[in-house]
């Protein structure tokens, strides 16, 4: 846990640094010393109230017809009203015909957030838009233009509560998902019937992560990129910035071991809980999809609890029996061996009391996957299994064969018309 | 065969008294009911399979209702068995262990077994059945076998912890096994193979009204079983009991009981299949 702490520390010490850099570099902008340093024959850069004059009609268009407007008000209610118009749009700074010619230069935040864009380069939005995608996002796409407010007013894009509806706007639109070729498809309709979905948009809970908590705000990076906090190493202390006494217990786990060796197929919390369409631990639907989820790894456990009460029940699609995780346990699974399993031979009869209250140490013989295919593990099993064979085939064969000759027999009589063939 | 007399028709001799006749009545309903709220535990992958189970209300009715139409059979059952004592030691009837009223296997079941075959062949005559034929009695011994082993397996599943102080755990997933693979056997063998023999085949079709109405129509059974005839028509002592033609009502009600049987039954034999050809 030191290290935890070192990188806490280290990330508070960042996040401060970074605050006092952006205060700096709008203090520096609101200062009037920038106009005095400029040389003197250069034109005075027009103030707002200048850019205003024609902005703020919403009549004025440019020759394609599209509108000039930019609204006072918004722009006034925006967290970059005390700057200047032309410290973004830097190169109006020294024109003095107006109107200005109507292609500008980009915008180049980064004048001021030279963090966020340098962390924003760097990410899978930026990278996707190096490689020819034209609808991966850009600053704009996610604060605004001209009315971007600071992420801790309730109205801004990037609110807390706003952001899942910010992110939606392309990871839940089929044209930009096709566009786009994301491959994980919509992620917005699942996440807003998860349980973190419908807590930020139900209970508006500030607490409930949304996006950001989870992929990051300028830097996010795909899951296959182990820097990620999505990569499926990084998932366990993504999850764990809340759920920290979970993170604890999945530590110790065989799973966790797994995940820790790289070992092809170890899960991480999403294998089981799904990465955006998280439900409560207590909805039966989702206990019932885990058993199937367990099963996909351990294939042949599945196949001999299937072949138990157990089993049977939950494939009918009921939850009042035992699934993996009543016996086996959940986030600190631990292999029979270990004596703190739930599974080991001194907590078995423990385990099993759960449910079955009065179980004894006979009771525990049972075998939860029993096979009847193994001849060595269920001996007598195997045997009854290969006698009820028999005793079906034979069975059936006899009677099937026997009703098949009576039926023949007996239309063949009836076609001939015959009386009864006691012709003795 | 002495010569035939020609018997007018709608005589009845009575085969089956009501008690029997009530007894099986109630061995069908235990029967379908266990076979309809057991088999989609059996088939869970099958689509009619947790239809089915949510149509009876969902997994506590469902077995709550498996467990009721067990009691009920297990009452069928040990009523029957009280009968059979209440003939041997209040009445010292013996004839149930041995002889043409007897259900127990006889040298004369494997001959007329070896001659029916025969006959289906088209070698030899057709076996002058007595009372019971063999295959009448496979049914008896099966349901009776089926019952204590289907009944046994599924009282030590319905108290685990009670009989874990009697045998090991994994008498458990013998019994589960047991359960189900005799359970299929009784209900493909009732539902195919009985309902044939029994109703089905075209002598009979679509159906032999004798365990509703208790009565057999005298000529049908001098046609059926020649033995049975002779020795009832010759007894001074024990003759047949000629009874009335059942009334109509009779009749129709167990008309409508048996179609609804064989209906669910048959039903119940294409939702197998169709889960067993999906493997």
Redesign the interface.
């Known amino acids: 846990m030191k290290i935890r702490g070192v990188i806490g520390t280290a990330a508070l010490a960042w996040a401060l640094a970074l605050g006092f850099s952006a205060r700096a570099h709008v203090a520096a902008a609101l200062e009037p010393a920038p106009q005095a340093t400029k040389p003197a024959p250069q034109a005075p850069a027009p103030s707002n109230d200048d850019c205003l004059a024609c902005h703020d009609d919403a009549s004025m268009k440019r020759a394609n017809g599209t509108p000039v407007y930019v609204s006072k008000d918004a722009f006034a209610a925006s967290v970059h009203a005390p700057i200047n118009c032309v410290d973004c749009h830097a190169d109006l700074a020294h024109t003095a015909e107006f109107p200005h010619p109507e292609k500008l230069a980009k915008v180049d935040c980064s004048s001021c957030h030279a963090d966020q864009v340098a962390q924003y380069k760097q990410s899978t939005h930026a990278l996707a838009r190096t490689r020819g995608n034209s609808v991966a996002a850009r600053c704009a796409d996610c604060h605004g233009l001209h009315d971007i407010r600071g992420s801790k007013d309730p109205q801004s894009r990037t609110y807390h509560l706003n952001i899942a509806a910010t992110c939606a706007k392309c990871h839940g639109s089929h044209d930009v998902i096709v566009r786009g070729k994301i491959a994980i498809g919509d992620v917005a309709t699942p996440f807003s019937d998860s349980i973190h979905g419908r807590a930020l948009s139900r209970s508006g809970l500030l607490v409930a992560p949304t996006c950001s908590d989870c992929h990051g705000a300028h830097d996010i990076l795909q899951k296959s990129d182990p820097k990620s906090r999505v990569a499926l190493a990084n998932v366990p202390a993504t999850c764990g910035k809340c759920h920290e006494g979970i993170e604890h217990q999945f530590e110790g786990s065989v799973h966790a071991s797994f995940l820790a060796k790289g070992s092809n197929g170890a899960p991480a919390c999403q294998t089981c809980h799904t990465p955006h369409a998280i439900q409560r631990a207590e909805n039966a639907d989702w206990q019932l999809s885990v058993v199937n989820q367990c099963g996909s790894c351990h294939t042949d456990k599945l196949k001999t609890y299937?072949?138990?009460?157990h089993g049977?029940?939950t494939?009918?699609?009921?939850r009042?029996v035992a699934t993996c995780a009543d016996c086996h346990g959940n986030h600190a699974i631990l292999p029979a061996s270990d004596p703190r399993s739930p599974i080991s031979p001194a907590n078995r009869l423990q385990t099993c009391r759960k449910c079955?209250?009065?179980?004894?140490a006979?009771?525990?013989?049972?075998?939860p996957h029993?096979d009847?295919h193994d001849r060595k593990r269920?001996p007598?099993?195997y045997f009854?299994?290969r006698f009820?064979q028999i005793?079906?085939t034979g069975?059936?064969g006899f009677?099937?064969l026997?009703?098949l000759?009576?039926?023949?027999?007996?239309?063949r009589r009836?076609g001939k018309g015959g009386g009864?063939?006691?012709?003795? | 065969?002495p010569p035939q007399i020609e018997i007018a028709g709608g005589r009845h001799i009575q085969r089956f008294d009501r008690f029997d006749r009530v007894l099986h009545g109630f061995l069908m309903l235990s029967f379908l009911g266990l076979a309809t709220t057991g088999l989609?535990?059996?088939f869970?992958?099958a689509p009619w399979?947790?239809r089915l189970?949510?149509g009876f209300g969902?997994?506590?009715v469902t077995?709550r209702l498996h467990r009721l139409f067990a009691t009920i059979l297990i009452a069928v059952f040990l009523t029957h068995i009280g009968r059979l004592l209440e003939r041997v030691i209040l009445k010292k009837d013996y004839s149930i262990f041995w002889g043409p009223s007897s259900m127990v296997p006889q040298p004369r079941d494997i001959t007329e077994m070896y001659r029916h075959?025969r006959?289906?062949?088209?070698l030899g005559?057709?076996p002058k059945f007595d009372r019971y034929a063999y295959?009448e009695k496979?049914d008896y011994w099966?349901v009776f076998w089926g019952m204590g082993i289907i009944g046994g397996s599924g009282l030590m599943?319905w108290f685990?912890?009670l009989f874990?102080?009697l045998?090991?755990?994994?008498f458990?997933?013998?019994a589960?096994?047991?359960h189900g693979?005799?359970a299929?056997?009784a209900v493909?063998?009732i539902f195919?193979?009985h309902f044939?023999?029994s109703h089905l085949?075209?002598?009979k079709f679509p159906m032999d009204m004798v365990i509703f109405t208790g009565r057999v129509d005298e000529k049908e059974l001098r046609?059926e079983r020649?033995s049975e005839y002779a020795r009832l028509v010759a007894n001074p002592v024990n003759p047949p009991r000629y009874v009335r033609t059942p009334s109509d009502r009779l009749w129709v009600a167990g008309r409508i009981i048996g179609t609804t049987a064989v209906v669910i039954g048959l039903t119940l034999v294409v939702m197998i299949l169709a889960a067993l050809l999906r493997y």
């Open positions: 299937r072949d138990t009460f049977q029940v494939k009918l699609g009921f009042a079955h209250t009065t179980a004894t006979n009771f525990v013989k049972y075998d029993a009847k269920n007598f099993l009854t299994a009820m005793l079906l069975t059936f009677f099937g026997h009703t000759l009576w039926t023949m027999r007996t239309t009836n009864h063939a006691s012709a003795d | 065969m989609p535990l059996l869970g992958d399979a947790s189970a949510r969902g997994f506590y077995h075959l006959w289906f062949v088209g005559d057709r295959w496979f099966a599943l685990p912890e874990s102080h045998v090991p755990g994994w458990f997933n013998i589960l096994l047991v693979e005799e299929l056997l493909g063998f195919t193979i044939f023999n085949r075209p002598e046609e020649p």
